[in-house]
């Protein structure tokens, strides 16, 4: 990457990038596209073709299909060199995780093992639990899961009650408890526990291997959807775990959970990201093979609608994704040159970016269950019958709003985290917003003659900046600490902030690359950008007016209003003509080559 400059995690709301500054897909290097290409092919030769079976389920099936990409080097990519991997950047770690989201319910085994079944131990274990079970996680030899939920413990992690308590000998902590909801239970070698050491208030995290006695799997949970990825309950009856076996320090789970949730966020994004462009090449193929009235169904201006809107939520989707790739392997990078442990460094730099990671995750599922559906839509009574993919990929993606923290509780965590950064003196966010009100007749910036494209885009997409700062500061200044039960106006900020950081991403990166190729190979990119940015500053606008009235403000609240509906003018588009554009490049491609 040829630039450095990057903005610390929520700071896209009070600082502007350049183009120059973000990382974009066609940037992607030969030796990443290989990379992508290998795991398409595997998807191919190894999965597509038994995906009825393992959704019978036949978890013995799915066990063979992981080890055998642990075999050719799949599990490897984010495992430094010399614990058995190819110790690969962030960027093609997502590309990565992007490419495996078409493999339905085998993309959650997979990124589970690879991801929050082995990563803990690389980034918070010590060298010799590095050695004992990351070598031989980075290859498939032994399979890993997560074990953190409970069944009073869902979205509140720490309210956990598995209990560890050491033994009289001070060898063992002999564990105690219960975890459900496990992904890859039935065949994971390696179980990374969080519990509560004796009366501890917070969590600990420990390795756990299954042949243990007193560990005990369940059978799996029959589910709507990824039927094939086993998910069962375990129970932990007086297990004895050696005390080297503790990851990191005493009470240091929680913090660790953390991180690697919001990691797991970030790459749910990527994963989502996949599964929604494999959806587009099925509903574009169908639409360009099925005939109504006497021809294809893709020349109908509702069908074109439809494949249009899924290209820009999964082009949008793509763009922010590698923008805080990028940004997390410039921290990464900086965490090293600062002395940190190259594992602490990853994961302290991948869970910086807290607030894109949440903003990820809800965007992302929910722009894949969009596109899904319509993908059912477009197929009509054949989309509903299980003879056809789009079934499958309807019901495996509805768990992606509730994995990895529910939706609900990820639009908190973008306010609340973008605001206690800003509490923190990251960057001044409620300053900023001050100086903001007691102007308010002249926030709005307007246009000057002879602005080009993406002055004019980047002047409107400021005047929304502005118009989220304003909204969050009225709503904290009138709830004060109260601000956190007003979950209601905390939904509309979090989707102002998302409208604002997709939209810039995605803008950045059509700038960038007519930078790189001259506007006529990406024309079409600017019609993505027209639609987005219009939807999205008029979204914007009625989250933010939400907002405001629900603070009950009086006159002051009805002056907000009108600055919020200033700052959100935004010129007219044809947007059909936009759409059916978009929709014509898809069809002729017969397929996602945006």
């Given at each position: 990457?040829?630039?450095?400059?990057?903005?610390?995690?929520?700071?896209?709301?009070?600082?502007t990038?350049t183009?120059a500054?973000?990382?974009?897909?066609e940037?992607?290097?030969?030796?990443?596209?290989?990379i992508?290409?290998?795991?398409?092919?595997?998807?191919?030769?190894?999965?597509?073709?038994?995906?009825d079976?393992?959704?019978?389920?036949?978890?013995?099936?799915?066990k063979s299909?992981?080890?055998?990409?642990?075999?050719?080097?799949?599990?490897?990519?984010?495992?430094?060199?010399?614990?058995?991997?190819?110790?690969q950047?962030?960027v093609?770690?997502?590309?990565?995780?992007?490419?495996?989201?078409?493999?339905?319910?085998?993309?959650?085994?997979?990124?589970?093992?690879?991801?929050?079944?082995?990563?803990p131990?690389?980034y918070?274990?010590?060298?010799?639990?590095?050695?004992?079970?990351?070598?031989?996680?980075?290859?498939?030899?032994?399979?890993?899961?997560?074990?953190?939920?409970?069944?009073?413990?869902?979205?509140?992690a720490?309210?956990?009650?598995?209990n560890?308590?050491?033994?009289?000998?001070?060898?063992h902590?002999?564990?105690?408890?219960?975890?459900?909801?496990?992904?890859?239970?039935?065949?994971?070698?390696?179980?990374?526990?969080?519990?509560?050491?004796?009366?501890?208030?917070?969590?600990s995290a420990?390795i756990?291997?299954?042949?243990?006695?007193?560990?005990?799997?369940?059978?799996?949970?029959?589910?709507?959807?990824?039927?094939?990825?086993?998910?069962?309950?375990?129970?932990?009856?007086?297990?004895?775990?050696?005390?080297?076996?503790l990851?990191?320090?005493r009470?240091?789970?929680?913090?660790?959970?953390?991180?690697?949730?919001h990691?797991g966020?970030?790459?749910?994004?990527?994963?989502?990201?996949?599964?929604?462009?494999?959806?587009?090449?099925?509903?574009v193929?169908?639409?360009n093979?099925?005939?109504?009235?006497?021809?294809?169904?893709?020349?109908?201006?509702?069908?074109?609608?439809?494949?249009?809107?899924q290209?820009?939520?999964?082009?949008?989707?793509e763009?922010?994704?590698?923008?805080?790739?990028?940004?997390?392997?410039?921290?990464?990078?900086?965490?090293?040159?600062?002395?940190q442990?190259?594992?602490?460094?990853?994961?302290?730099?991948?869970?910086?970016y807290?607030?894109?990671?949440?903003?990820?995750?809800?965007?992302?599922?929910?722009?894949?269950?969009?596109?899904?559906?319509?993908?059912?839509q477009?197929?009509?009574?054949?989309?509903?019958?299980?003879?056809m993919?789009?079934?499958r990929?309807?019901?495996?993606s509805?768990?992606?709003?509730?994995?990895?923290?529910?939706?609900?509780?990820?639009?908190?965590?973008?306010v609340?985290?973008?605001?206690?950064r800003?509490?923190?003196?990251?960057?001044?966010?409620?300053?900023?917003?001050?100086?903001l009100?007691?102007?308010l007749?002249?926030?709005t910036?307007?246009?000057v003659?002879?602005?080009?494209?993406?002055?004019?885009?980047?002047?409107?997409?400021?005047?929304?900046?502005?118009?989220?700062?304003?909204?969050?500061?009225?709503?904290?200044?009138?709830?004060?600490?109260?601000?956190?039960h007003?979950?209601?106006?905390?939904n509309?900020?979090?989707?102002?902030?998302?409208?604002?950081?997709?939209?810039?991403?995605?803008?950045?990166?059509?700038?960038?690359?007519?930078m790189?190729?001259?506007?006529?190979?990406?024309?079409?990119?600017?019609?993505?950008?027209?639609?987005?940015?219009?939807?999205?500053?008029?979204?914007?606008?009625k989250?933010?007016?939400?907002?405001?009235?629900?603070?009950?403000?009086g006159?002051?609240?009805?002056?907000?209003?009108?600055?919020?509906k200033?700052?959100?003018?935004?010129?007219?588009?044809?947007?059909?003509?936009?759409?059916?554009?978009?929709?014509?490049?898809?069809?002729?491609?017969?397929?996602?080559?945006f």
């Open positions: 990457m040829s630039t450095t400059k990057s903005l610390k995690s929520g700071e896209f709301l009070v600082e990038t183009a500054d973000v990382f974009i897909p940037e992607f290097s030969e030796e990443q596209k290989m992508a290409q290998s795991i398409r092919d595997f998807l191919v030769t190894e999965l597509y073709a038994n995906l079976q393992i959704d019978s389920p036949d978890i013995g099936l799915m299909i992981l080890k055998k990409s642990g075999e050719l080097g799949l599990m490897g990519i984010a495992v430094p060199e010399e614990y058995g991997g190819f110790g950047n962030f093609t770690q997502m590309l990565a995780a992007e490419t495996v989201g078409a493999g339905y319910s085998f993309s959650v085994a997979f990124m589970a093992h690879c991801g929050i079944g082995t990563l131990i690389l918070y274990g010590n060298e010799d639990q590095r050695q004992r079970y990351v070598t031989k996680l980075a290859t498939g030899e032994l399979l890993g899961s997560y074990c953190l939920t409970e069944p009073g413990a869902g979205s509140d720490n309210a956990g009650k598995t560890a308590r050491l033994s009289a000998d001070g060898k902590y002999i564990l105690n408890g219960q975890k459900m909801w496990i992904t890859n239970a039935n065949f994971a070698d390696i179980q990374i526990v969080f519990a509560k050491i004796e009366n501890d208030r917070v969590l420990f756990v291997e299954r042949h243990y006695p007193g560990v005990v799997v369940a059978p799996d949970e029959k589910k709507m959807g990824i039927k094939g990825s086993s998910t069962a309950q375990i129970f932990y009856n007086d297990v004895m775990v050696p005390v080297e076996n990851i990191g320090k009470g240091e789970g929680f913090r660790i959970a953390l991180s690697i949730l990691m966020r970030i790459k749910l994004g990527a994963n989502v990201l996949g599964a929604a462009k494999k959806a587009i090449n099925d509903s193929q169908y639409a093979e099925r005939k109504q009235f006497g021809v294809l169904i893709s020349t109908f201006g509702s069908i074109q609608y439809k494949l249009a809107e290209v820009i939520r999964t082009f949008a989707l763009s922010a994704i590698y923008r805080v790739s990028r940004d997390i392997d410039v921290m990464i990078e900086k965490n090293k040159a600062e002395g442990d190259k594992g602490r460094a990853a994961i302290e730099g991948i869970s910086h807290a607030v894109e990671a949440a903003i990820l995750k809800v965007y992302g599922s929910e722009a894949l269950d969009f596109v899904v559906d319509e993908a059912v477009i197929h009509g009574g054949m989309g509903y019958s299980a003879e993919a789009v079934e990929g309807y019901r495996d509805r768990i992606n709003r509730i994995f990895e923290g529910t939706n609900e509780i990820n639009r908190l965590l973008v609340d985290t973008a605001m206690k800003a509490m923190k003196g990251e960057y001044d966010l409620f300053g900023k917003a001050e100086v009100k007691s102007h007749d002249q926030v910036e307007n246009g003659p002879g602005e080009d494209y993406f002055q004019e885009k980047k002047r409107t997409l400021e005047n929304c900046r502005k118009a989220v700062l304003l909204a969050i500061h009225s709503a904290s200044g009138t709830f004060g600490r109260n601000l956190v007003e979950q209601e106006v905390l509309n900020l979090s989707d102002m902030i998302m409208d604002v950081y997709i939209t810039e991403s995605t803008m950045l990166r059509i700038q960038k690359a007519e790189m190729k001259g506007s006529q190979p990406v024309s079409l990119y600017r019609d993505i950008l027209d639609v987005l940015h219009y939807d999205s500053v008029n979204r914007l606008k989250s933010g007016l939400d907002a405001l009235y629900s603070l009950d403000a006159a002051q609240g009805e002056s907000l209003a009108i600055a919020i200033s700052l959100t003018e935004v010129n007219g588009i044809n947007v059909k003509e936009a759409r059916r554009r978009i929709a014509a490049r898809l069809i002729e491609d017969n397929g996602y080559k």
